[in-house]
């Protein structure tokens, strides 16, 4: 059964820090990882979606890393902002492309 | 317009109780879904329909019924509700199967009283 695991699962930071989220996932057979933004009171928001095939996605000042082999990835996210606070939650699919999992998410505060 | 939209909002009710949920996309997507998000914040999927077919039921009581009238339309029904219900239900969707991309609704919290 797959599992999902996000560190840490609260991050404070000042305004203008660059800052890593980590996901790590028990089973490597995966169809891709998506990272989502959910904000208080709101739904999921897709960030970026990284294929098996793919090491990394950028969007912005967001930049996602994949390492199948070793179950993990990571989320950069540059010169954060107070806009970035928010939860951000990995989830992968399994191969045969009928489970997502979600991890637990991060909860990151920026501070101005 | 909103991509996927979701009835209602905030949805408060008695146990015992029969209620539904309603979702709707206008992305063209073939694939729906209802997610459950606990207390503990954590999400877990419920059900997939592709095309009007049921692709994914999870361990979910049978007190649970999705209904996909059409691609677009993916309804919740809960019957008899218990406190354990509580919890915000997301609706999404995806273009296939393979999940791709997936769109999600603003979510609806359900609070059994």
């Known amino acids: 059964k797959q599992e999902v695991t996000q560190i840490p699962a609260a991050l404070s930071v000042p305004e203008g820090e660059n800052l890593v989220l980590n996901c790590s996932f028990t089973?490597?057979?995966?169809?891709?990882l998506q990272w989502f933004r959910q904000d208080p009171g709101k739904g999921l928001t897709s960030l970026l979606l990284i294929q098996s095939s793919q090491r990394e996605q950028t969007s912005g000042r967001l930049n996602a890393s994949l390492d199948k082999s070793s179950g993990r990835s990571t989320l950069y996210i540059a010169a954060s902002q107070p806009g970035d606070s928010a939860t951000y939650l990995c989830?992968?699919?399994?191969?045969?492309?009928?489970?997502?999992?979600f991890g637990e998410g991060t909860q990151l505060t920026v501070n101005p | 317009d909103t991509a996927v939209s979701q009835t209602p909002k905030y949805l408060v009710t008695q146990m015992g109780n029969d209620k539904s949920i309603k979702c709707e996309q206008n992305?063209?997507?073939?694939?729906m879904y209802w997610y459950k998000q606990d207390s503990k914040k954590f999400l877990k999927i419920m059900f997939s329909y592709n095309n009007k077919e049921l692709i994914i039921n999870e361990t979910v009581p049978n007190r649970f019924s999705p209904k996909s009238p059409d691609k677009a339309h993916l309804n919740l029904h809960i019957n008899s509700l218990e406190l354990g219900d509580s919890a915000v239900y997301f609706c999404?969707?995806?273009?296939?199967?393979?999940?791709?991309?997936?769109?999600f609704g603003s979510g609806t919290q359900l609070s059994v009283l």
């Open positions: 999404a969707s995806s273009l296939g199967t393979a999940y791709e991309k997936l769109f």
């Open positions: 992305l063209g997507h073939d694939t």
């Open positions: 989830a992968v699919t399994e191969t045969s492309g009928s489970r997502l999992t």
């Open positions: 089973d490597s057979a995966i169809y891709n």
